[in-house]
């Protein structure tokens, strides 16, 4: 099994695949879909983490490819359902780097609050500006969270626990912690806080979230976080709200256009803004989550490789499979009536017997685990990747 890991996986990922007989190769860059389609020849595993998009034409030219890990939270660079059509099973980390991402966001409130940036700039200009004009205490303070899921929640406590009122608003109904009031809608949040903080998803209805009319509605003189998805920000609205002064100060760690590659120049318009902190898509980036992270996937990918576990893929039914018995089919499928009794029957004509089977259906997609006492031949194969309802069949 050849495995490659592309935008500098953490070590921890490329040992764990080696260590379960994984060939591994490695590369820092994020690749282009021509480059990418070449580097896929022979590949069972991807490895790959926030730059690198895997397109529908990537997928159909590498049949070989078994799963693919996103090595951070979002699989929006991945094109799921062209995923889901090639059998290709897709895992991601959604909780081990968010402890990273709320301590950012906490360290930039405070930090927009006491204009902590512009002042290190004076200082390094060789400028001594003692003044207490423009910084503030964030105790006291209201912060409005857009986004109340894993990060947002676990900010909110943070947030609570400096002494700032907090207020959220998510489009699903999420239980409030501590004492954080749950906003009907973002215009409510929007002018009920002094800060705001967002952490939605990839999903394609965030786009363009806050534009020149959501800054508008900020209060006067409010910071704005963004540690979510670039193309959640207008950043040419923002900045020019912040040129305007009516919003303080901004944090952003994702850009709706970023640099594939570290010596590739980054252009934004919030470039040389005062009281703007840019930082290069790092919210998860401490040592400590990416080793969490590249544990985590590297053993989902592992584990799928070797026995069919699909629990917490992102596309494909939830299967928790054992060691695998003598042989093992997996057998991904349309979600349609009669496909068990036909794999069952394909399974018999052989004299086989079942010992374990189990079966999860997502949406329009079935996938069934097969444990069975006799060889598959290659002519049950055959039959069972004929079928008309067949996605994708393997064995182990």
């Not at 930090?111 to 400028?127: C, E, K, Y």
């Not at 409510?188 to 806080?193: A, F, G, I, N, Q």
């Not at 980054?266 to 470039?271: A, D, E, G, K, T």
Request: proline residues 4%.
């Amino acid at each position: 099994m050849k495995a490659l890991l592309l935008e500098n996986i953490h070590p921890e990922g490329v040992r764990i695949l080696r260590d379960r007989g994984f060939e591994v190769e490695v590369r820092d860059d994020a690749l282009g879909e021509a480059d990418l389609i070449e580097a896929l020849r022979g590949v069972d595993v991807l490895g790959i983490r926030s730059t690198t998009q895997v397109t529908a034409a990537a997928l159909r030219a590498a049949p070989r490819l078994q799963a693919i890990g996103a090595f951070c939270i979002g699989t929006n660079q991945i094109d799921l359902q062209a995923a889901t059509a090639a059998g290709v099973a897709v895992f991601n980390a959604p909780y081990s780097n968010t402890r990273s991402v709320v301590e950012l966001a906490v360290a930039e409130i405070i930090a927009l609050a006491r204009r902590l940036v512009d002042q290190s700039a004076f200082m390094h200009a060789g400028v001594w500006n003692k003044s207490a004009r423009g910084s503030h205490e964030v105790r006291g303070r209201t912060l409005g969270i857009v986004g109340y899921g894993s990060i947002g929640s676990q900010l909110s406590v943070l947030a609570e626990s400096l002494g700032m009122r907090v207020f959220f608003y998510d489009i699903v109904d999420r239980l409030a912690l501590g004492n954080a009031v749950r906003c009907d809608s973002l215009e409510e949040l929007l002018e009920s806080v002094e800060t705001v903080s967002v952490h939605v998803d990839g999903r394609p209805a965030n786009r363009n979230l806050f534009g020149d009319a959501e800054f508008a509605r900020m209060r006067p003189r409010s910071l704005f976080l963004n540690l979510s998805r670039g193309f959640v920000v207008d950043d040419e609205a923002l900045a020019r709200h912040l040129r305007s002064g009516h919003l303080a100060g901004a944090a952003l760690d994702v850009f709706p256009s970023e640099p594939k590659a570290n010596d590739e120049e980054f252009v934004s318009p919030l470039r040389g803004l005062p009281n703007v902190i840019l930082t290069p898509h790092v919210g998860g980036s401490t040592l400590e989550a990416q080793a969490n992270i590249g544990q985590f996937v590297a053993g989902k990918l592992a584990e799928f490789v070797a026995s069919g576990t699909t629990v917490l893929s992102v596309n494909l039914p939830q299967v928790q499979a054992g060691p695998p018995g003598e042989r093992r089919l997996l057998h991904l499928h349309a979600n349609v009536p009669g496909v068990m009794a036909t794999i069952n029957r394909i399974v018999a004509e052989v004299g086989a017997n079942v010992d374990a089977q189990q079966l999860a259906t997502r949406g329009e997609v079935g996938y069934a685990v097969l444990d069975i006492d006799a060889d598959a031949s290659e002519d049950v194969l055959a039959a069972l990747r004929a079928m008309p309802e067949a996605i994708r069949v393997e064995l182990r």
